[in-house]
């Protein structure tokens, strides 16, 4: 078993930035994939990004490549979202989650957090 938790949401302007934080607990963390995915009102859970074991590898949804940011730190079991230039679009409930493969399938990840609410004023 795998715990998450999500911190760092809240309010800003667009155009503003935020950094996001998912702090893991229980097996392994560095045997994990990470990945962050988001919900919006009304609308199906999306991919934004994942991050391999090591941290070598990172995929981008379309949407945020250029502006958002993954990263871990195997050390302190936390992998971080930082987010750039927010558009009011970005707002969503944001996910960690984790996978014994880097992969955009939500369906792949076994081990969720309870999320983090993410709101970009316009």
């Known amino acids: 078993q795998v715990q998450l938790v999500e911190s760092g949401g809240g309010l800003v302007q667009a155009g503003g930035s935020l950094r996001l934080s998912c702090l893991a607990s229980g097996r392994t963390f560095s045997w994990y994939a990470m990945a962050w995915f988001r919900q919006a009102p009304g609308k199906e859970r999306e991919f934004v990004a994942a991050?391999?074991?090591?941290?070598?590898?990172?995929i981008y949804a379309d949407s945020v490549k250029g502006r958002f940011t993954i990263s871990r730190d195997n050390a302190e079991n936390t992998v971080y979202l930082q987010m750039n230039s927010l558009k009011p679009e970005d707002t969503a409930v944001y996910y960690c989650a984790a996978s014994r493969v880097v992969t955009m399938k939500s369906e792949q990840f076994p081990y969720w957090g309870p999320g983090t609410q993410v709101t970009v004023s316009s």
């Open positions: 991050v391999g074991w090591s941290g070598g590898t990172t």
